[in-house]
């Protein structure tokens, strides 16, 4: 329920206002010397603490949500490394909630917000951690980010790569508009939907299976248990009359570049309503969550 | 691999132009009586030898496959019921492939087909058969509906109903436009893509999961399995500016209705091409395929 | 729930005395030839139609049950084949229940059978089919050992073998005097457990997990889910004060032979009560099942 | 791989020597109330610090590892908690290895010793944490414990009980002369087997599965998953010519206590030849962890 994958699985645990959020990633080839930097360096986008190619002309980060910038994001190693190199056990770590606000929530305790998880929660838990939404929060990605950072790792010694990007924000799909667009709707205190581009290259041919466990179908799964993600496709329109490959065929990759869209919708909360702490357009931040997703997927093989 | 579920789970096995095509499905609840005659309808359906509602003027079905019609799919019953009853353990089935033209396809042993899988396929096994796409074939399909129609049942002591419609061919959204559209396209020996909405009612708040068993996620994995399908997306865009829920939020249902929607790529094999027996638009048979697998899915919990 | 494996993956239906026992083996690699005839010898063992080595001087079978020899065992092989050649598919078949006697069982309608699973079959499922005790019947063993026969062929072109044998009846361990034995407990109408041997050869160093995957957890689990298993031991006891390896360290083989045992209690049916079919001693047409299972576990790897 | 279970599903992580151990128990209904006290008493008991009942005159306890013994066992919970209580998402917990001695095994570095997993690490993994064994290590059974201790807790809202108790050491089968023999095992520099027996009590009749997932088969499998745990059998062996039920027919509970008893072999690594701080019996301490493993299979239903 809180793992995916087969070979390569992942479990994620943690609530956004707990004690930390983390993940246990389990059938990591051994003898892999891990770059802690780059997993960082996910890490950083995901909070927008660093500039995502392509999306700035004055080299400053698209405006996202405070708290996420604020949050250190430091990550404990617990197990499955030894002098930074994989063991082949399961490789667990966590992350605290150093920036936890408890109080901000506190006034929260008995509404239930629209668009949140909120309602369902106590109606499938009986209970819900008020504090900051508990699992239904963009703070749970912190561990996929993680996860999917070392899942890149494996794939690059077979020469894979995983690379997303912001290729639409609202109607817009200019990136050179974007931050401007995205103030815009910040001023307004309103929130505006998204899309996210991935690409995979590298990917040999005869991954996927031809039936249930199609590729697109696996990638569709993962992509799509992202908060807020609400459409999946693959990218295989027609072009000036030509059919371009999505890089796969009959659910199994044919050695042609892998490329998928997925769509996030507005965010629930409005800032202006609840003075929280919420993304004007959470696709921004999802870029790194969507690559950790496909990663995953491509390295369950 | 061939397996899609957890607790109703669903093994589907069968070439197109084996023997049969057939599948067993796990975990059914015992003491259901079975009504046979909605399954052999959904099979009508998908053979397209019923009209779908809305999408006929003339009383006749939209063009299909002269194949898929031709075949008479009749399901021999090999376990798990007594008396028509479910004993509760496996419910195993067979169709066989009485139509099979081997003849048809000789000639296309040394053949990769555009957009077919031959070519992934052999390089992922080290053979294919070549008789009609050996897996990677619409035949499979035979058994899903079978499966799903069981998981209707399943549903519909519940109050639980699935029902899908096809929504758009190509650029077209007027339904009573569909059939002429078709037969433009058919004449011209070209195929068109087109999209299935599918609406689940009935469904009680709390179904799925918070994190990577969301609905949505899962209902994609399922709905993007589908031969062809090349999008998934929930459907709770604005509408004059108020957003509609489309049942799920956070990843659980809420009781409202569930909608979603998935996009069919035109066929891959144009019939002036090889003098096959596809289909001028896949996304027409497609929709009781859609409604099998999302019940699958809602009854898998 | 009746499928066993991740990777080889064996799905198992089929009443005793419905229409037909049989199984779906998925994750079997293509381009393996089946030795069809391998596979009837291994049901002409389950059914004691064929001598176990060392168990009879005068060439004559261990008594079992007359269902069982009588029963003819005719695989039909419905997917995953051509021309005899594994295609990388699901191999679906069935053996259909052609000495069935219904009416042999329909005077046990209402009757609840000491020892069988008829009491809980009914407290679990609300209904039960008393037509031989439906699942929970010695029949349902016929699929097990297509799969593990095909199994064993796999691992075959890796040079590792599974090869049972019968070592204790009652407390008697001089096979020579097996059939005697045997033949005094059915003249008392009585019955009587046994123990059975399996040693696998070939595994190379490497297989297993080291947490819950050990592989002396997966092998008792395969194993201690054939009907009338009591008991499962790695044999690694010492010998005259050396220990000997049972081919497992920490739940990892080691290169040695792996060696188990497993008992089988006494028949829960007595013959003279019921005037049943059933066997004096299931141990003796278990070893091919054991075998089977065993081989099914090692070759999900 | 390093998860058990389906619905309640267990993943455990940690390596003796490294940071911590610890897992994570996904599925844990919400709404409950935990005893943290209970769980630490099960840690007492599994490091040796309380007395087994029926196991000491003196009032002291049977002589296991000093390592275990002043290891303080302390968790820490990172999830799934708010005030104690469950939320229904997945609880993470770690125990840091306060007491581990790399020291003490660096000069093991370059020794394989006899009997450990270590060899066989090697050769599957290529590398290994020669710091204590690593995951091969009974350090690896207190995240066991921890998440049995709640499994208990899961059941007993049901009236459910597990309990395990030390029924023979080598042959010795008075438990009032288990403490005597030991020391004299001690002082020899030798280590000796020993049998646990498990009661399950409360089961309702319905549990458990009729093919592969029958219920001693899951029993037998997460007991056999423990560390020198060599053999597993249901009890329903004949008391005086009547045959006594084990709990489970057909593979399902029928209502009466489930009895089961496993076998631990003698220690492998002797303590004169390492000077190590082993077991001089490890079915001693196994009591709690038999425990954890039954009851982790009961409650996953």
Known sequence: ???????????????????????????????????????????????????????????????????????????????????????????????????????????????????????????????????????????????????????????AKDGITVEGQLVQIGEETDRTKFAALLEDVQRAGESVGGVVECRIKGVKPGLGEPIFDKLQARLAYAVMSINGCRSFEVCDRDANGQSVSCGIVGGISDGNDIVFRCRFKATATKMKEYGGRHDVCIAVRAVPIVEAMAALVIADN
């Not at 949500?65 to 056990?89: C, F, H, P, Y």
């Open 1 to 155: 329920m809180n793992t995916i994958g087969q070979i390569v699985r992942f479990t994620d645990f943690g609530e956004s206002h707990g004690v930390a959020v983390g993940g246990v990633l389990d059938g990591v080839p051994s003898q892999l010397k891990i770059d802690f930097a780059a997993i960082q360096h996910d890490l950083d986008r995901r909070a927008g603490r660093v500039v995502e190619s392509g999306t700035s002309d004055s080299g400053e980060c698209l405006p996202v949500s405070k708290r996420a910038q604020g949050e250190k994001d430091e990550i404990e190693w617990l197990s499955g490394l030894l002098d930074g190199v994989t063991l082949g056990s399961p490789i667990a770590f966590i992350i605290r909630n150093t920036n936890a606000r408890p109080e901000d929530y506190e006034a929260l305790k008995d509404v239930y917000r629209e668009g949140h998880a909120d309602r369902v929660y106590e109606q499938k838990y009986g209970i819900r951690d008020y504090r900051g939404g508990g699992r239904a929060s963009a703070r749970e990605t912190v561990a996929r980010v993680v996860a999917g950072g070392i899942a890149k790792q494996i794939l």
